[in-house]
């Protein structure tokens, strides 16, 4: 792919390629410009992305390169929107892989990707998948939400949490629910697949 070079907005000194790469044209000893351009080193921040430094006004800022990309090839970031990348590796800042969206585009391409964070993968789980089976079928045998508690050794609002249906969104429940209302929830009965069947599949 050919390598295209353009200005990156707010920050003349600068230009930013179509593969994600940055240069400067910032001179911090002599008011000119540089007569060849630095190719600049790009860092990596916390949550993963490229970010570079630049200086106007001779001061120094943090960009993420994925936004510089959009923003000088496409345009300034929508009101609302994010910068999605296609493939999920943050550290690809090719055009080519990255778009405007929405929060919710933003989730779910995660999802798509296998990114997204359910059920015990989720960095707080404090349950298995073959143990929120078993507490199913114990809330469709109506067993006291507190008793299931103690027996798995979690509190009551855990427990609570599955039964409304707020957390392990992404298993199926062995009886049909419908929401009345805020925590107001009824259970109808549904034939399905029940928890011991679904643990043979893990």
């Keep these: 792919m050919k390598e295209i070079w353009k200005k990156i907005p707010d920050y003349p000194d600068y230009e930013v390629s179509n593969l994600g790469r940055v240069r400067s044209y910032y001179n911090n000893k002599y008011p000119e410009r540089r007569e060849k351009p630095k190719m600049l080193k790009l860092l990596y921040c916390p949550q993963g992305y490229h970010t570079i430094r630049l200086f106007r006004n001779f001061k120094a800022q943090s960009r993420k390169v994925h936004r510089l990309v959009l923003e000088a090839f496409v345009c300034k970031k929508p009101e609302g929107m994010e910068c999605l990348h296609k493939d999920g590796k943050k550290d690809?800042?090719?055009?080519?892989?990255?778009?405007?969206?929405?929060?919710?585009?933003?989730?779910?391409?995660?999802?798509?990707?296998?990114?997204?964070?359910?059920?015990?993968?989720?960095?707080?789980?404090?349950?298995?998948?073959?143990?929120?089976?078993?507490?199913?079928?114990?809330?469709?045998?109506?067993?006291?939400?507190?008793?299931?508690?103690?027996?798995?050794?979690?509190?009551?609002?855990?427990?609570?949490h599955i039964h409304a249906v707020t957390t392990w969104k992404h298993i199926k429940r062995p009886y049909k629910y419908k929401k009345l209302g805020r925590g107001n929830w009824i259970r109808v009965k549904q034939p399905a697949t029940t928890p011991e069947k679904q643990v043979g599949m893990f």
Excluded: C, P
């Excluded at 993968?121 to 298995?128: E, T």
């Excluded at 199913?136 to 798995?152: H, T, V, Y």
């Design 92 to 160: 690809n800042n090719r055009l080519t892989n990255l778009r405007w969206g929405t929060r919710l585009e933003n989730m779910k391409d995660r999802v798509r990707l296998g990114e997204h964070a359910v059920g015990e993968r989720a960095g707080q789980a404090k349950l298995k998948t073959r143990e929120v089976l078993k507490i199913l079928q114990k809330l469709k045998n109506k067993e006291k939400q507190r008793n299931i508690a103690k027996e798995f050794g979690v509190s009551y609002s855990v427990i609570h």
